[in-house]
């Protein structure tokens, strides 16, 4: 079982030495990633009135996860980078949602405790998905593990469109 060392590596089979047999395209995927999600942010803050919140965080967070899972199946530098780049620009409205969201949502005096739980879940669950991706890719190989993951990453986000509870959060609430 490889010893993990750190988000989307493993000893021995880092995506970048597996996939390209060297690191830097690895590095230029994620350097396309954050680029366009920077400016992903920038036309939201711009454009994101008009955007309707549940279809955007439906949207972005599915097109984020077929894009950069799937799109490793097919490991072509040029097609990656185009696909990782559409994917930080569908990515990018997601956080600001989540937080106008939230701060919609949250009555003021139990935001310390909301923030701080979801925090502490999400800080949980990376290296749950670190250890369990890179033993997932030392038993089945990277190709299964990037379908498997992609799998349940894509019925995760389509539930965004199916819950019945998530339906309310397109309309704007007076802050609390």
Same mark, same amino acid.
């Given at each position: 079982m490889?010893?993990? =060392?750190? &988000?989307?590596?493993a000893?021995?089979?880092?995506?970048?030495?597996?996939? *390209?047999?060297?690191?830097?395209?690895?590095?230029?995927?994620?350097?396309?990633?954050?680029?366009?999600? %920077?400016?992903?942010t920038?036309? %939201?803050?711009?454009?994101?009135?008009? *955007?309707?919140?549940r279809? /955007?965080?439906?949207?972005?967070?599915t097109?984020?996860?077929?894009?950069?899972? #799937?799109? +490793?199946?097919?490991?072509?530098?040029?097609?990656?980078?185009?696909?990782?780049?559409? &994917?930080?620009l =569908? *990515?990018?409205? =997601?956080?600001p949602?989540?937080e106008?969201?939230?701060?919609?949502?949250?009555?003021?005096?139990?935001?310390?405790?909301?923030?701080? /739980?979801?925090? @502490?879940?999400?800080?949980?669950?990376?290296?749950?998905? /670190?250890?369990?991706?890179?033993?997932?890719?030392? #038993?089945?190989?990277?190709?299964?593990?990037? &379908?498997?993951?992609?799998?349940?990453?894509?019925?995760?986000? +389509?539930?965004?469109?199916?819950?019945? @509870? +998530?339906?309310?959060?397109?309309?704007?609430?007076?802050?609390?």
């Open positions: 490889p010893i993990v =060392v750190g &988000a989307n590596t000893k021995g089979v880092s995506p970048g030495r597996t996939i *390209f047999h060297s690191p830097p395209p690895l590095g230029l995927l994620l350097g396309a990633l954050g680029l366009s999600t %920077f400016v992903g920038l036309i %939201f803050d711009a454009l994101g009135q008009r *955007f309707l919140r279809l /955007t965080l439906g949207l972005g967070i097109l984020n996860g077929v894009l950069r899972f #799937w799109g +490793l199946l097919v490991p072509i530098i040029p097609v990656l980078l185009v696909l990782h780049a559409i &994917a930080g =569908v *990515f990018a409205p =997601v956080n949602l989540i106008t969201i939230l701060q919609e949502r949250v009555p003021a005096e139990m935001r310390a405790r909301v923030y701080g /739980t979801a925090s @502490a879940g999400v800080l949980v669950g990376i290296p749950l998905g /670190t250890v369990t991706s890179g033993s997932l890719v030392a #038993w089945v190989g990277l190709p299964l593990t990037l &379908a498997i993951m992609g799998a349940l990453y894509l019925v995760t986000a +389509l539930s965004i469109f199916i819950h019945p @509870a +998530l339906r309310q959060m397109g309309k704007p609430l007076p802050l609390l």
